[in-house]
């Protein structure tokens, strides 16, 4: 009986070691698996041994990808941070129908977490690897400094975060604009002593944006602020109840939060403790996009997701059409959406 081969190096051979083993590049390799015509028999042959060689098994999805390419159907990769969370499962919604009305298509991919730890690196490795065109970047933690490692390879923009970085365009929401927008309608209602959950940009830039806009207003128009601080090594309830307790001990009369999931959490606790939303406190939030709001009449800020998912489509269809486009920062501001949490003081 013929021996067989050992297979115990298959499972972690990739297409670098194959670029590596034939002194070729990964994108020629890549090119080869797909049968592009341009790559010579010669270079064919000579990734067809490596595989051979090092067990190798070739990514179809990738290579599907690569023959949508070569039809010139460009692939958009998206890395999504949280899609459970209303605004980024809208975010995904609104992306995916206006890449296709652009002529692109989309695919998308969400890093894994472990404890505190979110992998966001490695899946934007994974999206090139599969052969993508370009990656929208829909995440509000990402460092500037790991997407500035991968721009020399496909064009990317950050979508719904403000974004710093000299090199990375963004289309983001107007967080300055939108605190300013909640912070203004609590002090139009008469409240003068707030409790703000301030988050940490290493949680949330977007939200940390926000929380800075409203304690600046807030402070500015002359209100007492409490920050209750959203840390990335707490659970999420540390500050609900911190902002609990300011209410219980009569300290604030408005609680604030940068996220409605965040300000969800805390009115469920306030309903299971009996404390009535807004004759006792008043609770606001950013985003108004959960089908929940219509429900609970959570105050908050509808934020543009439509008009940022549009002009991101736009963006990348025309970086990749155009590859020398400057970068660019583009931010759309949101509306205020009344509710029923938002009242007068209860003292």
Do not use: W
């Not at 890395?79 to 009305?101: C, G, W």
């Not at 929208?136 to 790991?146: K, N, R, W």
């Not at 959406?337 to 009242?343: E, F, K, S, V």
């Amino acid at each position: 009986m013929a021996n067989t081969p050992p297979s115990r190096h298959r499972i972690h051979v990739t297409m670098d070691d194959v670029a590596r083993t034939t002194n070729l590049s990964r994108a020629t390799v890549s090119r080869a698996l797909s049968g592009n015509p341009n790559v010579s028999p010669e270079t064919q042959a000579k990734v067809r041994r490596a595989i051979k060689e090092l067990g190798y098994i070739p990514n179809r999805a990738a290579q599907s990808l690569a023959s949508e390419r070569q039809r010139n159907i460009p692939t958009v990769g998206l890395l999504l941070r949280t899609p459970e969370i209303p605004a980024y499962a809208k975010l995904h919604t609104e992306l995916n129908r206006q890449t296709d009305d652009m002529g692109m298509q989309m695919i998308t991919a969400i890093p894994t977490i472990s404890g505190n730890r979110v992998d966001e690196p490695g899946t934007i490795k994974h999206l090139l690897r599969t052969g993508v065109n370009a990656i929208y970047l829909a995440t509000g933690t990402i460092d500037p400094a790991e997407i500035e490692r991968s721009l020399d390879t496909v064009p990317m923009i950050t979508v719904g975060r403000p974004e710093l970085h000299d090199a990375v365009s963004s289309v983001s929401h107007d967080e300055d604009v939108n605190g300013r927008i909640i912070a203004e309608a609590v002090i139009n209602h008469g409240h003068t002593h707030i409790g703000v959950a301030v988050t940490d940009p290493h949680v949330s830039v977007p939200e940390h944006h926000r929380s800075q806009s409203i304690t600046r207003y807030l402070r500015g128009s002359g209100a007492t602020v409490h920050e209750v601080p959203i840390l990335p090594s707490a659970h999420q309830m540390e500050s609900i109840n911190h902002m609990f307790h300011l209410c219980r001990e009569n300290k604030i009369t408005a609680a604030m939060f940068p996220s409605d999931h965040r300000a969800l959490a805390f009115m469920s606790l306030c309903m299971t403790a009996g404390v009535s939303i807004p004759r006792d406190i008043s609770v606001t939030g950013i985003d108004a996009i959960s089908p929940e709001l219509k429900y609970l009449g959570l105050s908050s800020v509808r934020i543009a997701i439509e008009a940022v998912a549009s002009r991101a489509a736009a963006l990348m269809q025309q970086r990749l059409t155009y590859p020398q486009t400057p970068v660019q920062h583009e931010a759309f501001p949101g509306v205020l959406a009344d509710g029923r949490t938002l009242g007068a003081p209860a003292f």
